[in-house]
T-cell receptor, first 116, second 110 residues
């Protein structure tokens, strides 16, 4: 089974530019999450999709961030315009729906964003 | 509020046992996870505790006390490949909206 894949693995952009990160969850996983880790800090929740719907976007830092999951498959996270403080590693994770026993998130390796 | 605390760094010797502690204060607590993360790689699931007590899985065990807001991860028969960051995370509300600690960097020496 293929895991959660993220693209790009590393992106370097200048302040004010736009970047789009992509996440392909495990096939069949309805739940998709975005988390991020900024330098020296803990991993923090950004938002949660169930299929194509946003279940919880309480962690999105501001309106420069836009997440989409059209069709309920892959997801994109766009940062526009990027600021220096957006630098960090953006993780995607997915989980199948169902009983609480399958409560485990599978993470991708992350997309490292560097804003100069 | 939501807060997860764990030591920043630990060192141990190959073949030994190490215990990584985690204390938490989270509202709507619905279980506690431990993840392992090697540098540049995805966090990988190690354990999940929702009830008090010890869960054993091979060389790794995890303990939870809900009344004390305390968990630990126990690693036995340490191997060099166990050198990694270990992330403690509380599930706030039951939808895998995880609250992470900053992670404990474990270095295993020969």
């Amino acid at each position: 089974e293929a895991g959660v894949t993220q693209f790009p693995s590393h992106s370097v952009i200048e302040k004010g530019q736009t970047v789009t990160l992509r996440c392909d969850p495990i096939s069949g996983h309805d739940n998709l999450y975005w988390y991020r880790r900024v330098m020296g800090k803990e991993i923090k929740f950004l938002l949660h999709f169930v299929k194509e719907s946003k279940q919880d976007e309480s962690g999105m830092p501001n309106n420069r961030f836009l997440a989409e999951r059209t069709g309920g498959t892959y997801s994109t996270l766009k940062v526009q315009p990027a600021e220096l403080e957006d630098s960090g590693v953006y993780f995607c994770a997915s989980k199948e729906s169902g009983a609480s026993g399958a409560n485990v998130l599978t993470f991708g390796a992350g997309s490292r964003l560097t804003v100069l | 509020g939501q807060n997860i605390d764990q030591p920043t760094e630990m060192t141990a010797t190959e073949g030994a046992i190490v215990q990584i502690n985690c204390t938490y204060q989270t509202s709507g607590f619905n279980g506690l996870f431990w993840y392992q993360q090697h540098a540049g790689e995805a966090p990988t699931f190690l354990s999940y505790n929702v009830l008090d007590g010890l869960e054993e899985k091979g060389r790794f065990s995890s303990f939870l006390s809900r009344s004390k807001g305390y968990s630990y991860l126990l690693l036995k028969e340490l191997q060099m490949k166990d050198s990694a960051s270990y992330l403690c995370a509380g599930d706030s509300g039951g939808y895998n909206k995880l609250i992470f600690g900053a992670g404990t960097r474990l270095a295993v020496h020969p």
